[in-house]
């Protein structure tokens, strides 16, 4: 059975900084593309970043670019995303995800099969 469970979400002011996990059982990173969503009640889910499985490239959303940082431990199966100069538009849940491909062909939900729950972020002005 997979699963996903993220960690690491909560309340950070303006230009504040969190790092979320995500660790999967039942699965292996080493087999697939790895990535972040997050959505806001009422919107879209909206793709963070995308992690290739083979080279570690990482493909960021243009929202993110330069504030977020994804990475990976194989050997601990688990996910991270770093995000840093947070803004009241990053409120959100993030989810982890990981894709029904070996390497990140886009940032689109659709490209994913595998999530986890969900983890609450909240950054106040």
């Known amino acids: 059975q997979v699963q996903l469970v993220e960690s690491g979400g909560g309340l950070v002011q303006a230009g504040g900084s969190l790092r979320l996990s995500c660790v999967a059982s039942?699965?292996?990173?080493?087999?697939?593309?790895i990535g972040w969503f997050r959505r806001v009640a009422g919107k879209e889910r909206e793709g963070v970043l995308c992690?290739?499985?083979?080279?570690?490239?990482?493909v960021y959303g243009d929202s993110v670019k330069g504030r977020f940082t994804g990475s990976r431990d194989k050997a601990k199966n688990t996910m991270y995303l770093q995000m840093n100069n947070l803004k009241p538009e990053d409120s959100a849940v993030y989810y982890c995800?990981?894709?029904?491909?070996?390497?990140?062909?886009?940032?689109?939900?659709?490209?994913?099969?595998?999530w986890g729950q969900g983890t609450r972020v909240t950054v106040s002005s």
């Open positions: 039942g699965l292996t990173f080493r087999s697939y593309a």
């Open positions: 992690i290739n499985n083979k080279d570690g490239r990482t």
């Open positions: 995800a990981t894709s029904l491909y070996n390497d990140c062909r886009s940032t689109t939900a659709t490209d994913f099969g595998s």
